[in-house]
């Protein structure tokens, strides 16, 4: 499924049941038959669409593991560079002082 399918799956899920819950929050029925009724109404949707919800919780998931591995490699090379350039600069520090050693020699 492409990202835009996916989003579009989840805009119709939040639509339906934010529909289902402005619909029974405005119902003119006591609290507890509107809240049973939209405990009912949230199974149903639920079961109905079960297949889609588990498939766009994989699909979270999946994007989850994608984005922590892309920025486990990026802190991997930021860290290898500071190392790289930490060495270089040891290196420039170690020539420069034998460098002055030999330039004092007579």
Excluded: T, W
């Excluded at 109404?41 to 109905?48: E, G, P, S, V």
């Excluded at 998931?61 to 190392?83: C, F, G, P, T, V």
């Amino acid at each position: 499924m492409s990202k835009k399918a996916f989003m579009f799956s989840m805009g119709v899920i939040a639509g339906v049941v934010g529909g289902i819950v402005a619909g029974v929050l405005y119902a003119p029925k006591p609290g507890e038959e509107s809240r049973k009724e939209l405990k009912d109404a949230i199974c149903d949707a639920y079961d109905k669409h079960a297949p889609q919800i588990e498939d766009a919780k994989r699909q979270a998931l999946e994007s989850i593991d994608l984005m922590k591995y892309k920025l486990e490699r990026q802190i991997r090379k930021l860290n290898n560079s500071a190392k790289s350039k930490k060495m270089q600069k040891a290196k420039e520090l170690e020539d420069f002082e034998n460098g002055s050693e030999n330039e004092f020699d007579y």
